[in-house]
């Protein structure tokens, strides 16, 4: 395998064992980089020698557990006088000033942050088509999208571009685009990650989480990002584990869920009869599988696309030309100045969303719409705490389909529901992650999620790597 | 369901200038997309309690101490328009 190809942890362990030096490593990935990066175009700013040079300070952070690994990050997170975009225009020229603590977190471990990737703007998307600057492509497929709106992140990993990379999920944008590119994505528990410096899209939907080559590597990423932060009022103290103790190859006497209301939903029958043939290899490795009945999905769906663009309206009212960012020419004053910035700055996607949030707050329509929402989020997230009650997880595919034609749905609602089964676990708060379970008749990877309680990230993992270890197809690479 | 008047009220609402163009495609999208969320009346939420955040958490505070900031430069950094140590816009009150 080429140095580009390994994961994190047969990185530590080249590196402890003195066979290769971080300096080695971060050369086979610029190289790597180098040579697909203008097929693929997973990165909007690659960082080479600019700011701080990790590698220097190695000798410092050797005990970390990302010295001298290569990650990527999704240029929705604030990294210190490096452009932040967000993948749009209002943000081209924006060098936040500080770091997002994940971002902290990452550096005192010692990582190398090779880049930020590109991404659907403000993370409006499920296939980073939306992105202001350019498409990325899925290293499977360059035809296909990577998926969105961590479509950078996913692609660069699936494309032996870092070792890993840390993505944002509000309804999918993790776990979609791991599906597509053939990576694992974990969104974690809502409140596990700290959302300091994620430019915040839906403040209650949002999770920063890691999508890697494999399963020990999220549990790596995980040890390094999870945890409290006083700087983000949303995040929990005390749930943080070791989730490297899960990695174990048991599932004997697990109880996992498939809910029939999502598997009746009309979907692609590859992804259907793959994602069923994992099922029973966990069956015959002593996971107890039941079918269980829930809410369809599709509400959660509806309630997502009132309460996602409601959040993101207010959040993106920051967006004025004032005090960063774009600042319109056509500014004579003050109205004109705001109006004109938001039109020059945003793109489609972004606007129709921000006016389908403001509709959906607007007094008159605040009850029906937004109020309606949030008590259907209640309904959805007891839904799941019910099951949770007797089952461990709940699995179902992360996606409809394969990774789609780039340039195939130009219908906005289309591309919605390719999120159908990743929204509702952010409704309701709960953890899960897409681990690849197989290919189609066209060598495209299908997605598997498995669904867990809140905090129950050890669960999920314990299962994912046993699944992963039974089908063995973690060591198959994107040709490119 | 949806007009360009409410496309209009919204974008009013939300500064965002909008040209004819767009208003006629944003009032047929938003329009689907808002029949699609329709679809939340089908379910009883009579005596549903709404959920705003999914963590069991209330009033997180802290004490209130003076803590380090972020300095007076780089809040400026990124300003399209400074002077003198402020953010410089276009007149808000007219003459």
């Not at chain 1, 700290?194 to 020990?216: M, N």
């Not at chain 1, 921000?354 to 929402?373: E, P």
């Not at chain 2, 360009?4 to 965002?16: F, I, N, R, S, T």
């Not at chain 2, 767009?22 to 939340?40: A, F, P, S, W």
């Amino acid at each position: 395998m080429n140095i580009y190809d390994l994961t994190i942890h047969e990185l530590k362990e080249k590196i402890a064992a003195g066979e290769l030096t971080p300096a080695e490593i971060k050369k086979a990935y610029s190289d790597r980089i180098n040579e697909v990066e203008d097929r693929v175009k997973s990165y909007i700013t690659i960082i080479d020698e600019l700011a701080g040079d990790e590698l220097a300070d190695y000798e410092n952070k050797k005990e970390g557990l990302l010295a001298g690994i290569p990650i990527a990050v999704k240029d929705n997170m604030s990294t210190d006088g490096i452009k932040t975009s967000c993948a749009s225009k209002m943000l081209e020229n924006y060098k936040p000033p500080y770091n997002a603590t994940v971002v902290e977190k990452l550096n005192e471990a010692g990582a190398v942050i090779m880049g930020k990737t590109n991404m659907d703007e403000f993370a409006m998307g499920s296939s980073t088509e939306n992105s202001a600057f350019f498409v990325t492509h899925n290293p499977w497929n360059l035809n296909h999208a990577p998926g969105g709106s961590s479509g950078g992140s996913a692609a660069a990993v699936a494309a032996g571009e870092c070792a890993a990379a840390l993505g944002s999920d509000t309804g999918g944008s993790i776990r979609q685009p791991a599906s597509y590119c053939g990576v694992v994505g974990l969104k974690p528990t809502y409140g596990m990650v700290s959302r300091y410096g994620l430019v915040a899209f839906a403040s209650s939907l949002d999770q920063i989480g890691p999508i890697t080559k494999d399963v020990e590597d999220s549990a790596i990423l995980m040890n390094v990002i999870a945890g409290h932060d006083p700087q983000d009022s949303t995040s929990i103290a005390g749930k943080k584990e070791d989730y490297t103790k899960y990695l174990k190859e048991d599932v004997s006497g697990m109880k996992i869920g498939i809910p029939e209301e999502y598997f009746n939903l009309e979907f692609d029958e590859e992804v259907k009869a793959s994602v069923l043939a994992a099922v029973e290899k966990l069956k015959e490795a002593g996971a107890e599988v039941e079918t269980v009945h829930m809410t369809d999905a599709s509400y959660a769906l509806a309630a997502y696309y009132v309460i996602a663009p409601a959040e993101a309206s207010s959040n993106l009212a920051r967006y004025d030309g004032v005090r960063y960012g774009l600042r319109s020419e056509q500014a004579a004053d003050v109205s004109e100045m705001f109006t004109n910035t938001r039109h020059e700055g945003f793109g489609d996607e972004v606007k129709r969303r921000i006016m389908i949030g403001t509709y959906a707050l607007s007094s008159g329509y605040y009850d029906a719409y937004y109020l309606k929402a949030q008590k259907v989020r209640t309904l959805i997230k007891d839904d799941f705490d019910r099951i949770f009650n007797d089952f461990d997880l709940i699995l179902t595919p992360t996606a409809p389909s394969t990774a789609i034609e780039l340039e195939s749905k130009s219908d906005p609602l289309e591309m919605y529901h390719t999120d159908i089964f990743t929204v509702p676990v952010n409704i309701a708060g709960v953890p899960a992650m897409s681990v690849p379970c197989g290919f189609d008749s066209n060598e495209m990877p299908i997605g598997l999620q498995l669904i867990g309680p809140h905090f129950g990230e050890g669960k999920i993992i314990q299962a994912a790597y046993t699944l992963e270890k039974l089908l063995n197809i973690n060591e198959k690479r994107a040709e490119l | 369901m949806i007009d360009k008047k409410d496309v209009e009220y919204a974008a009013g609402l939300a500064q965002l200038k909008l040209d004819e163009e767009e208003k006629e495609k944003y009032t047929e999208q938003i329009g689907e997309i808002l029949n699609y969320v329709d679809k939340l009346s089908e379910l009883d939420t009579d005596d549903v309690v709404p959920t705003a955040y999914t963590v069991p958490m209330k009033n997180v505070l802290r004490k209130d101490e003076v803590k380090e900031s972020l300095p007076r430069e780089k809040s400026l950094a990124n300003a399209p328009d400074e002077k003198d140590g402020h953010f410089r816009a276009p007149k808000i009150m007219s003459d």
